[in-house]
């Protein structure tokens, strides 16, 4: 089974640290999506990866039944990989494909000749409809299987956001890279055709057959895509597991304010459980209910409605407490309270998650 390994990596731009003391191992169909905001070193991790950047310290592995390489380790189905380094591998022979934010078509070229520009060779008669017929019938299954084989004879500016993106991505996945790298390749195009690529891109990387990283600040696609996520603050990893996981149970107060559409509500020591200084809870879990109609053995806050946002399916509702906290509430269908009517939001206490001082989640 083929993996990509991180170990210790570091690396720095003068004062500034941009990845700090990485460890991470990506295995074949997994798709792990490093989320977080600018700056915190998503992309220059996919850079080192590719070759584009070389880390200060630590190490990358890949790890291969087929390759040859330093060492050899057994898999947990009693198979056997190598692996090695990739410090002393130049960018160009490391396999890797990478999917940006642009995406970067040739538009002099058809969407069959973008496809498959980088296989069957660059002769004189390079173009797609003079490479052999096994390349032809790559590209259309590829093109079939993401939805644009009407499109291979037009020329990328005659094809919209969303139909270029598929054509980059049909031009990645038909290399059949070792490693599949992928930079924001949704984050240009309006919420309503990302949404779709996302169940497209989803369906796609689960057919691809290698390891996966995926760099987006957005937490919707990263819930959407991942088998993993990594959330990543100033260069560090603070944060690995499953999509879900992570979302309910945040490692401390920054993963809990970046993780979902709307952040986690945490309130202060004065509304707290004694053991904690905070505790946080999602919108979607809160209810609400009259001043004095708390169902019993809760956590509850009293205060008035501030503001709300009418999303359609559901209403965005802000609470003012009655100790100047914001809790948002999210409730389903078209609830529309009153301003400052007085409420009692309150919330099932299994649905709770305590943080102590530090900010790091209390408990397992």
């Not at 083929?2 to 640290?17: A, N, Y």
């Not at 948002?328 to 998650?353: E, S, Y």
Request: proline share 4%; glycine share 10%; hydrophobic share 40%.
């Amino acid at each position: 089974m083929s993996s990509i390994r991180l170990e210790g990596i570091c690396k720095s731009f003068g004062t500034q640290v941009a990845v700090e003391d990485l460890t991470l191992e990506v295995k074949q169909n997994e798709t792990v999506v490093l989320l977080g905001p600018s700056g915190c070193g998503k992309t220059t991790t996919l850079r080192l990866i590719a070759g584009l950047e070389h880390p200060d310290r630590g190490d990358i592995f890949f790890a291969s039944p087929d390759s040859s390489g330093e060492s050899s380790e057994g898999a947990a189905d009693g198979s056997r990989s190598t692996q090695r380094s990739l410090l002393s591998v130049p960018a160009g022979e490391r396999n890797t494909a990478m999917m940006f934010q642009e995406d970067a078509l040739y538009p002099h070229l058809s969407c069959g000749d973008n496809i498959s520009f980088c296989i069957g060779g660059r002769s004189s008669r390079w173009l797609f409809k003079a490479k052999d017929q096994n390349v032809q019938n790559n590209v259309q299954q590829l093109a079939s299987r993401l939805g644009i084989e009407e499109f291979l004879d037009r020329k990328p500016h005659q094809l919209s956001g969303g139909q270029r993106q598929r054509v980059a991505l049909a031009r990645a996945m038909i290399r059949r890279p070792d490693v599949f790298l992928l930079d924001e390749p949704l984050s240009r195009l309006d919420f309503r055709l990302s949404t779709e690529l996302q169940q497209d891109l989803k369906s796609a990387l689960g057919e691809i057959g290698c390891p996966v990283l995926y760099v987006t600040h957005n937490q919707r696609e990263a819930m959407v895509l991942a088998d993993r996520v990594v959330v990543m603050d100033c260069g560090k990893a603070v944060q690995v597991g499953k999509p879900l996981e992570v979302y309910r149970r945040p490692a401390n107060l920054f993963v809990a304010s970046f993780m979902g559409e709307q952040p986690m509500n945490v309130l202060g020591k004065a509304s707290a459980d004694a053991k904690a200084e905070h505790v946080g809870f999602r919108a979607e879990d809160v209810r609400l209910a009259g001043d004095d109609e708390s169902p019993g053995d809760v956590f509850a806050v009293t205060g008035h409605v501030e503001t709300v946002q009418q999303l359609g399916d559901r209403s965005l509702v802000h609470v003012r407490t009655d100790q100047g906290e914001q809790v948002r509430t999210m409730q389903l269908g078209d609830a529309n309270p009153d301003l400052g009517r007085r409420v009692c939001a309150w919330v099932a206490k299994d649905r709770l998650v305590l943080f102590d001082a530090a900010g790091q989640r209390i408990g397992s």
